[in-house]
């Protein structure tokens, strides 16, 4: 039940194309759905973050969908950059515990 | 400037050995967390720290690990004998819900 589930494992988008990355999640008690980006030997990066009480949120061209009726959320990279060629990680945690239950990864790849 | 600094960057060790993997918050963070990540896979929470005490450990972070904060700044995690399933990523992240990772330690055990 802490598990969350993202796909697709690995995404190749055209420059100026959309990217689409799926989460899904079991624990009705997470309250807490932040995405990351990773570039190779670097840390993950909070990207954006969504709670439960809202649909969408949007962040230049970044923007979270969240359907709570059906435990997923998903993350939108509207006109993507061969910069944005990097691994996303979504993730969830719940109160009060604060720890992140992460996602395996997107392998993005954006070709120019 | 990063919120958070982890040394070393790369640390390499035989096995049996007791490593100690540091992180410096720069901001006064309440919160910290040690997670790891193997090699191409997702990453895994260890340990999670508040006010200076233990608030949630996983599975993972079994007696050979151990966490301190010895003189109110430096966030240290203890590894005190390494195994070779140990070699991995370990990042500290600072803020509520971790939102500030470090840039990583790369622990390989040999």
């Known amino acids: 039940q802490q598990q969350v589930k993202q796909s697709p494992q690995s995404l190749i988008v055209q420059k100026g194309g959309i990217s689409i990355i799926n989460c899904a999640y079991e624990n009705t008690a997470f309250d807490y759905f932040p995405w990351y980006q990773q570039f190779p030997g670097k840390g993950p990066a909070l990207l954006i973050a969504?709670?439960?009480?809202?649909s969408e949120k949007k962040e230049g061209r970044f923007t979270i969908s969240f359907n709570k009726s059906a435990k997923q959320f998903s993350l939108h990279i509207m006109d993507s950059q061969p910069g944005d060629s990097a691994t996303y990680f979504c993730?969830?945690?719940?109160?009060?515990?604060?720890?992140?239950?992460f996602g395996e990864g997107t392998q993005l790849t954006v070709n120019p | 400037e990063p919120e958070v600094t982890q040394t070393p960057s790369h640390q390499v060790t035989q096995m049996g050995q007791e490593v100690i993997l540091r992180c410096v918050p720069i901001s006064n963070h309440l919160y910290f967390y040690w997670y790891r990540q193997i090699l191409g896979q997702k990453v895994e929470f260890l340990v999670s720290f508040y006010n200076n005490e233990i608030s949630e450990k996983s599975e993972i972070f079994d007696d050979q690990f151990s966490v301190e904060r010895p003189d109110g700044s430096n966030f240290t995690l203890k590894i005190r004998s390494t195994k070779l399933e140990d070699s991995a990523m370990y990042f500290c992240?600072?803020?509520?819900?971790?939102?500030?990772f470090g840039q990583g330690t790369r622990l390989t055990v040999v």
């Open positions: 969504i709670r439960p009480d809202v």
């Open positions: 993730a969830a945690s719940r109160p009060p515990l604060s720890r992140l239950t």
């Open positions: 992240a600072g803020g509520h819900h971790g939102a500030f």
